[in-house]
């Protein structure tokens, strides 16, 4: 897959994908995600963001979040959060989608 990423600022930018977990992983992604050549890479590195869809987790979840994502391979805790209705997870390489919506659920978080 190749694709011209226009300049926008240094602003993120959001993309949508579906994945077959049979054959890659969102660890995958955020490694080719890494590996982009983006106009304004000098200034902010380009990175991926798992958003997953969570019932009752508020900005105030941020820290229970950061905690259960402490351990897991391929996701950066200390960058990623909880907003309203969702848990916004840093991945990097080695992530894998399983491992992560486990460690949340332990936590308590109710994933949608």
Known sequence: MTS???PNGGKPQIVTLDVDLSKSDVGDIAAAVAGCNTPHAA???PSARLVLLASAVSAKDT???QKALAHVKGVNAKHSEASKGQILIHVEK???LAEIREAIE???L???
């Open 94 to 96: 080695g992530a894998k």
């Open 43 to 45: 200034k902010v590195a």
């Open 4 to 6: 011209k990423i226009v």
């Open 110 to 112: 109710v994933l949608k």
């Open 106 to 108: 332990k936590a308590g």
């Open 63 to 65: 820290e229970k979040v």
